[in-house]
DNA sequence: AATGTGTTGTTGCTTTTGCAACAAATATAA
DNA sequence: TTATATTTGTTGCAAAAGCAACAACACATT
């Protein structure tokens, strides 16, 4: 695992990141998939950083829905309070999304400088703006799919949004079938229905999680 | 008006502020309630500080749905690209939602320092990392709303969101009924069927803007 | 006060979505 | 491999939400 992959690290000398990682007091646990790794409702202000595997933050709500409201993959990054306003967390968790390996470090270590003032510090604030940048614009894309009012068009502005990502008419899909529902905040079934017809109606083909936009 | 009252010229001195507003070529222009202040398909990347009045971030669907994606108060910022993807922007407007006044300054003064390095352009560029940090909470706080999946827990969660910035089980809406309804992303005329069962089982109290959480 | 413009409240009807339940397919673990 | 769990596909039925149309109301302008 080579740590300045990680967002965070990103263009910081090996050597020095794992001189900053001691200074942070990081430390690393690994999980299974589909282990709780956090609650947001927990005051602990700490951020983890997915060094391998993937990762949703989930809401559920009083009826058992799961809503999927970011999904992190590996070298991302999660925390509660670089994102979330300080009165929502109930009800919100970080979940594997496969096998993984997080390292956390308590955020007070990265917003405020230690008395050595390594130069390297720098990078990581510098990284960090560009992280809640990158996040800015996750939050936003996944708005502008809810935003929309049927099934259908959820699906279709989030298809558009991954085919511009991959600039192809054809992509992957990050999820499963379950998982897609859960981000774009509907039922299930009727999720499978609507995707059904717009199979019939020649508007898309699937083939497992690949999608082409027709 | 003062500009260091803004987020973005926050702690820097006033006589500071005229000559970066110099500096970076920034324009004032005024609109009027309704106003379109611009089109995000544009490729233009400037931000927009709101000195004074209020605006809205809407999208228009093809059905002539609006939906609200962001409200942004005085001394508030927008601007597309340090917050939506390059792919999107199709469909999003700015639009006045009373008389306003707006600073317009091209992205690229804010994020490259100019040969003259000021100091002040430091406080700039850390305003900056406060807003984007600011905009995550706000988009973070509309996601889990949209992601409720009836109308009525869309209002709660709405509410209890309010509810918990101004600390009491009172507070004004920002929104017209109209409005809310196109920030929640229903129909209004079902937002409405919606709000009075809520009133009739006592669960809240509405008058004009001022709801109450029971 | 009269007029126009926009917002809010209301309702019947239709469509979409959610829910529940189960079968089929697939993945995971023993 | 076999057993077990999980995911996916399907459907009928009920509930929720959208749509359209209009009346009531509020507000600003003349």
Same mark, same amino acid.
């Given at each position: 695992m080579h740590i300045n992959k990680t967002m965070l690290f990103k263009g910081i000398d090996e050597n020095d990141c794992k001189r900053m *990682? +001691?200074?942070? +007091? %990081?430390e690393e646990k690994n999980y299974k998939s589909g282990d709780t790794i956090c609650n947001y409702s927990e005051k602990t202000d700490f951020i983890g950083i997915v060094t391998s595997g993937s990762v949703n933050v989930i809401r559920g709500d009083e009826n058992g829905n799961?809503? #999927?409201l970011e999904h992190i993959e590996e070298n991302g990054l999660f925390g509660k309070y670089f994102i $979330?306003? %300080?009165s929502v967390g109930?009800? #919100? $968790?970080v979940v594997c999304d496969c096998a993984c390996t997080v390292i956390f470090i308590e955020s007070f270590h990265i917003t405020k400088r230690c008395s050595k003032a390594c130069v390297c510090h720098s990078t990581v604030v510098?990284?960090?703006f560009d992280i809640v940048t990158e996040k800015s614009k996750e939050l936003s894309s996944h708005l502008i799919v809810l935003s929309c009012r049927s099934t259908r068009e959820k699906l279709l502005c989030c298809f558009r949004l991954l085919s511009a990502q991959s600039q192809s008419t054809s992509f992957?899909?990050?999820f499963s079938a379950t998982a897609l529902a859960e981000y774009i905040? /509907?039922?299930r079934s009727a999720m499978t229905r609507e995707l059904k017809k717009m199979k019939e109606e020649c508007i898309i083909t699937m083939? +497992?999680? +690949? /999608?082409? *936009? *027709?």
């Open positions: *990682l +001691k200074c942070f +007091k %990081a799961i809503s #999927i $979330y306003p %300080a109930e009800g #919100i $968790y510098s990284n960090m992957e899909l990050p905040c /509907v039922d083939n +497992k999680r +690949k /999608v082409t *936009l *027709l």
